[in-house]
């Protein structure tokens, strides 16, 4: 996927699968015994708030998770299903920006970045300054980079519906920083019809989609998805469904997109467990896809599933 002439790769990883810088996290380290290995993936970064946010994963020094198993994040291995409700754990931008490790990536890659402002108009006050810290900081950056705007997010505690309709403002100010933008959006909270608005929007490069899906949407059977409908977070405000039930409800999205005429870049992704799964978003007509949860549910086949993705032949918009 080339965006602007950068080339992104045929493989993302989905916001946050290697942490904020890449590092990963500390069942990486067994799992490459068992084959785990990201080589040939886009690296995109733990999804960052211009202010630092506590969350529900309480972090270290490093911004790794403190908890060997952060109990807001439940795994059904079997299913190959995860809900997490993470909550944007996480330090400032500028905090990041001051470590200058994405400074020193050599290769292009992606910041994911959001606003959890409780207003419009306060969420467009945080994006213009983050373009004033990135204009500030981009100069020394050794790689290209682009910016995932996620506008999707199910567990921050305001309705991601208004944010899809403020898209087109958001990308406009974002434009100003003359680098790709991609913005990341759910099934659950992005209607078609909308998101078809920004095939004409200059400043939209490519979308990203589909993040989790809040638990208790309506347009699942949730007992015989997860086996209850009754999210084991709702006290953490019930948090997003990834894992394998994702990938037939999001390629049908992207199919239907492209149906009626969407030409840009789509980055799909959500349920990609095998080899199968990546056919499945290359039939849908993806320009390229993401891998998250399968780093968790079946890490042995990451690499294979990276490989494969690298033989096809994508659509290049």
């Known amino acids: 996927?080339?965006?602007?002439?950068?080339?992104?790769?045929?493989?993302?990883?989905?916001?946050?699968?290697?942490?904020?810088?890449?590092?990963?996290?500390?069942?990486?380290k067994?799992?490459?015994h068992v084959g785990l290995n990201f080589k040939g993936m886009t690296f995109v970064s733990k999804t960052s708030t211009l202010y630092g946010r506590p969350g529900n994963m309480p972090l270290t020094d490093d911004y790794r998770p403190r908890e060997?198993?952060?109990?807001?994040l439940k795994i059904r291995f079997a299913r190959g299903l995860v809900v997490n409700s993470v909550g944007l754990a996480g330090p400032?931008?500028?905090?990041?920006?001051?470590?200058?490790?994405?400074?020193?990536?050599?290769?292009?890659?992606?910041?994911?970045?959001?606003?959890?402002?409780?207003?419009?108009q306060e969420r467009f006050d945080e994006f213009w300054q983050m373009v004033e810290i990135f204009q500030w900081a981009k100069r020394d950056f050794s790689a290209p980079f682009g910016l995932q705007v996620n506008l999707s997010c199910p567990n921050i505690g305001h309705n991601p519906g208004e944010l899809i309709r403020e898209s087109s403002e958001v990308l406009s100010i974002l434009g100003t920083l003359n680098i790709p933008l991609m913005p990341k959006y759910?099934?659950?909270?992005?209607?078609?019809e909308a998101v078809m608005e920004l095939d004409k929007n200059p400043h939209c490069d490519?979308?990203?989609?589909s993040n989790t899906l809040p638990f208790g949407w309506k347009e699942i059977d949730w007992k015989k998805v997860w086996g209850s409908d009754v999210s084991p977070l709702t006290h953490l405000g019930g948090g997003g469904l990834s894992g394998a039930f994702l990938c037939p409800l999001v390629c049908y999205w992207i199919a239907r997109l492209r149906a009626l005429g969407f030409s840009k870049s789509i980055n799909g992704g959500g349920g990609i467990l095998c080899k199968t799964d990546m056919d499945s978003y290359y039939q849908a007509y993806a320009s390229s896809v993401f891998l998250g949860s399968v780093a968790i549910l079946r890490p042995w086949r990451v690499a294979g599933i990276i490989r494969h993705a690298n033989t096809l032949d994508w659509r290049k918009s």
């Open 1 to 28: 996927m080339k965006l602007r002439g950068i080339d992104f790769g045929n493989v993302l990883g989905a916001s946050g699968v290697q942490g904020f810088f890449g590092e990963g996290y500390w069942p990486h």
């Open 68 to 72: 060997w198993f952060p109990p807001c």
């Open 92 to 120: 400032s931008i500028n905090a990041l920006l001051a470590t200058g490790k994405w400074q020193a990536r050599k290769e292009p890659f992606f910041i994911s970045v959001m606003s959890v402002a409780p207003t419009k």
């Open 30 to 32: 067994i799992l490459k």
């Open 206 to 209: 490519a979308i990203c989609v």
């Open 186 to 192: 759910s099934i659950a909270t992005a209607p078609i």
